[in-house]
């Protein structure tokens, strides 16, 4: 091999040297930028049946999906707004859920009654108690008054997560949701 031959040779190797460097560089950057992915929340059953929907405002989210998830733990099927997925439309997921549940309850805060939606999904709740004998639960996540038709139930308190008392109303609102006859 010649002097020009040798210089070629060397030319490509380093050319091919430079654009693996390059790759692997790219590559770790993207991996550090990529942060892991959030678990997927728990999948709503379109179309199927619910032992209980649950209402709550948009600032009682974290509380609603808390308690929706305690309850899935108890082996109770849970409708929770949050867990619509993607492609599908809300209010009607929301609608379907609703006729398909046994039960309904609303998360109660300071946040609740101030949310037009809300007060729709109350009044749907309360219409479902009158004429298909379903439970409406109220749940208490801060000190509020309850509104009249909400005041007459039992409300479940849930004020004071990690206490005794949480525990206590948590197993009540368990008791209250399980299908009769599920000794689960």
Known sequence: MGPDEWGLAAGIVGAVAAVVSTGFEVR???ARRRAPA??????VDPGGSYDVFISYAEADGGSAETLASRLRAEGLRVFLGRWIGPGLVESLEKEAALHASANGLLVFSVA?????AIRDEYAALLQRVHSGGRRFIPVLVEDVDLPPFARIRRPVDLRDPGSA???EGLATL???LRPRGDAT
């Open 174 to 176: 368990v008791r209250a």
């Open 28 to 30: 770790g950057r993207l």
């Open 112 to 116: 609740t009654m101030n949310e037009p």
């Open 38 to 43: 959030p678990p997927a929340p728990p999948a």
């Open 165 to 167: 008392r949480f525990d």
